[in-house]
């Protein structure tokens, strides 16, 4: 059963770092950091993510300013008072052998004051309409201050020890607001033709890699295949941002899409594969490497994915929260022990680690197998009150409590 694994067990040789696999751990956000500082709950889950056994874990969403977090409890990236704890988070996760990349982002016209206590902003006015949120227009000032927040993160990282940085150009955060027409409604030198609503982009990058030319293929971008609205981006445009990126020398892209505002269009699309079809085609057209993911909940559905060349990686994610054992299982031949997320099997069944659908907005995860926080965050009882959440979804999914998916 194993010699079928051939493909997603091969190493890779990227930017000078060894991929002992081709399995990465798709960006995850705990919500867990204190005044922006990494913590221990993040060292402790990361760490423990390391362990899977994937070649790269991914840090998801930290913000380049206490402005560009998406919550209150985000992980903040630039200043230079968050550097130690940085380094403590990437070494970590190496001491555990595997690599790591910290994603950076800007919430943008999409943040929530509720959530943040931060006044929105974006490339132009923007009403979000789920939230009932009038973002304002960045001035030039404003702009260049958040170029400054990206390329002082994008050094920060990469001193930090970490192996790449990845920036997240999708799902309509402010970096991807600036690329979309959608969003970006300016009539000066950042809006308008194609060119000028990368301009933002180009500037961070050429910044940064004057600073640090070690940093060029260094740099992954998340980009967004579909957004579902008619000036949003799609495949097409999709690739064409794919052309101008790869004069920087990207080190991946991941192939990612949707918007809040068009998120049941995003799930569709995840459940029904289409993710891995955009992957495929941003592969077509470009020699950098291509990380497929969304909904992949096996090795043997990576594997296959690997094998007519969708990508060159798979990504996982919530697989990996409700079962961090997942690939040990897989390749010891032991996936009737694996426990599924429940989310990928009854939709909308918990979103216990999309942390900003729930009130308390604490990350956590209902299966027994997946890392709990410590003591000061859940208590005993919630853990078994989590437990016994899971295990009536469990007899209500499978119509049998003993039943474990297999995968």
Same mark, same amino acid.
């Given at each position: 059963?194993?010699?079928?694994?051939? #493909?997603?067990?091969?190493?890779?040789?990227? !930017?000078?770092?060894? &991929?002992?696999?081709?399995?990465?751990?798709?960006?995850i956000s705990i919500n867990l950091s204190k005044n922006g500082y990494v913590?221990?709950?993040?060292?402790?889950? &990361? !760490? =423990?993510?390391?362990?899977?056994?994937?070649?790269?874990? *991914?840090?998801?969403a930290a913000g380049v300013s206490k402005q560009a977090s998406d919550t209150l409890n985000g992980m903040i990236v630039g200043e230079k008072k968050y550097f130690k704890k940085l380094k403590k988070l990437s070494n970590s996760i190496k001491k555990n052998k595997a690599l790591v990349s910290l994603q950076l982002f800007h919430v943008g016209a999409q943040g929530n004051p509720t959530h943040t206590k931060q006044k929105i902003i974006g490339p132009s006015k923007y009403y979000f309409k789920e939230i009932n949120n009038h973002a304002r227009a960045l001035t030039k000032n404003e702009i260049y201050k958040?170029? =400054?927040?990206?390329?002082?993160?994008?050094?920060?990282?990469?001193?930090?020890?970490?192996?790449?940085?990845?920036?997240?150009?999708?799902h309509?955060?402010?970096?991807?607001?600036?690329?979309?027409?959608? &969003?970006?409604?300016?009539?000066?030198?950042?809006?308008?033709?194609?060119?000028?609503?990368?301009?933002?982009?180009?500037?961070?990058? =050429?910044?940064?890699?004057?600073? =640090?030319?070690?940093?060029?293929?260094?740099?992954?971008?998340?980009?967004s295949a579909n957004d579902y609205v008619e000036k949003g981006l799609n495949i097409i445009r999709a690739t064409k941002l794919v052309k101008h990126l790869e004069q920087f020398e990207p080190a991946y892209f991941?192939? *990612?899409?949707?918007? #809040?505002? *068009?998120?049941?269009?995003?799930?569709?699309?995840? %459940?029904?594969?289409? #993710?891995?079809?955009?992957? %495929?085609?941003?592969?077509?057209?470009?020699?950098v490497p291509v990380i497929a993911q969304g909904g992949?909940?096996?090795?043997?559905?990576?594997?296959?994915?690997?094998?007519?060349?969708?990508?060159?990686?798979?990504?996982?994610?919530?697989?990996?929260?409700?079962?961090?054992?997942?690939?040990?299982?897989?390749? !010891?031949?032991?996936?009737?022990?694996?426990?599924?997320?429940?989310?990928?099997?009854?939709?909308?069944?918990?979103?216990?680690?999309?942390?900003?659908?729930?009130?308390?907005?604490?990350f956590s995860c209902i299966t027994p197998t997946s890392w709990k926080p410590g003591s000061r965050l859940l208590k005993k009882d919630e853990i078994k009150k989590d437990l016994k959440i899971w295990e009536n979804l469990n007899k209500e999914i499978y119509k049998n409590k003993d039943t474990i998916r297999k995968t």
């Open positions: 059963m194993k010699k079928k694994l051939f #493909y997603i067990k091969e190493k890779k040789i990227l !930017s000078g770092k060894i &991929f002992k696999n081709r399995i990465i751990s798709s960006p913590t221990k709950e993040n060292i402790s889950f &990361f !760490s =423990n993510l390391a362990k899977s056994g994937v070649a790269m874990v *991914t840090i998801g958040i170029k =400054n927040d990206f390329v002082n993160a994008i050094i920060q990282a990469y001193n930090s020890n970490f192996d790449f940085i990845e920036l997240h150009l999708a309509g955060y402010l970096l991807h607001e600036f690329i979309s027409s959608h &969003f970006n409604k300016r009539k000066d030198n950042y809006g308008g033709k194609f060119e000028n609503r990368l301009r933002l982009i180009n500037e961070i990058l =050429n910044e940064a890699y004057a600073l =640090n030319p070690v940093l060029k293929g260094k740099i992954g971008f998340r980009i991941v192939v *990612t899409a949707g918007l #809040y505002e *068009t998120a049941k269009f995003k799930y569709i699309d995840m %459940k029904n594969g289409e #993710y891995w079809n955009y992957a %495929k085609k941003i592969k077509k057209i470009t020699s992949i909940t096996d090795l043997y559905t990576g594997n296959n994915l690997l094998k007519k060349k969708f990508g060159d990686f798979i990504g996982l994610a919530q697989s990996l929260i409700a079962d961090p054992d997942l690939i040990k299982k897989t390749l !010891s031949e032991k996936e009737d022990e694996i426990i599924p997320c429940i989310a990928h099997i009854k939709v909308g069944a918990c979103h216990r680690c999309r942390y900003i659908k729930q009130k308390k907005q604490v």
